[in-house]
């Protein structure tokens, strides 16, 4: 590991470090406190897939996490859902 | 009918407690009729800061349990025209008092004063929605870290959600040094990422230090910066426009700084 990067040299620069890390933390902080959101993209999610596909709803996991971007490494943050799917309907055979 | 006007934070020791004892004594110096209500129940402050711990009879405590008259709970500040304090119970605890007392305490201090500046305690629990309960209009006080603005997106939150819309910033503690060299959030990023209005921003200032030694309110010294900066809040709370300045240009430091903190027009 870079040690130099790690401790952030002699200074200069690490606002931007605290600005990321910040505007990361508040993305889940703000989704976190309106139980509601999730609820709502839940719903809406449900509407859109099902013209396409029968999903087990029960089984619907929808969450708010952060990932490592591929091109970059870099973390940002993710809306992650799980989507079991019954099967395929008709119309788009 | 005055205003109620709550300070408020999220995290601990960001500076709730001097601004309020600031704002108070610049309102009072403008000659508004003003009077300090010390929420944070427990663990007071503000008469400290206000140099005035040694006046104390009764506490909101006692207002609130009736154990004495409104009036009899109140210390005039006789250094300013009409600057009184009431000082929280030092031996209860937040839940002594409720938000409906809390309300109807307000409100009977509005109809007495042109300004009720209530200085909340740190935390999101119980006291802090007691120092909400009356108030009409909020001021979120900052530093530039990334654990205090965090914790004021959080404030700012439930204020939105308690029908306080549009609270105002006040970002405290800025080290223009540290923000020259890129090391230091500016008021820029803070205000960017809150999304709020900003009320005003107030240096990292030695004299606040001194001035809490001493009891008396850095709004008074002429040459203290923070003061400066407290004197400009004030006038903007009164409705005046004083323009913010840039951090960015390449001036001097000193008119730098006095950009910044509402010296010089732009
Ligand atoms: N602009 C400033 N420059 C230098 N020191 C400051 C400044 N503002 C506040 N301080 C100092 O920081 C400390 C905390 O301030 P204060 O008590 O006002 O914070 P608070 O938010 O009320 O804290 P609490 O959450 O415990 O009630 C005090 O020692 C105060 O003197
Ligand atoms: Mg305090």
Known sequence: ?93 | MGEVIVITSGKGGVGKTTTTANIGTGLALEGKSVVLLDADIGLRNLDVVMGLENRIVYDLVDVVEKTCRLKQGLIKDKRFPNLFLMPAAQTKDKSAVTPEQMMELTKNLAEEFEYVLVDSPAGIEQGFKNAIAGASRSIVVTTPEVSAVRDADRIIGLLEANDLKNPQLLINRIKLEMVKRGDMMNIDDIVDILAIDLLGVVPDDEQIVISTNRGEPAIVDDRSLAGQAYRNIVKRILGDNIPFMSLDTDEGLITKIARVFGFVRK
């Open chain 1, 1 to 93: 590991m870079d040690l130099f990067k790690f401790f952030g040299r002699s200074g200069g620069g690490s606002k931007d470090i605290a600005k990321d890390r910040l505007q990361l933390l508040l993305i889940h902080d703000r989704a976190n406190v309106s139980p509601q959101f999730l609820e709502m993209v839940r719903g809406d999610l449900i509407d859109v897939i099902s013209d396409y596909i029968e999903i087990d709803e029960s089984g619907l996991d929808i969450k708010l996490t952060r990932t490592k971007r591929e091109r970059d490494g870099a973390t940002v943050p993710a809306l992650v859902a799980n989507i079991p799917i019954r099967k395929m309907k008709e119309k788009i055979r």
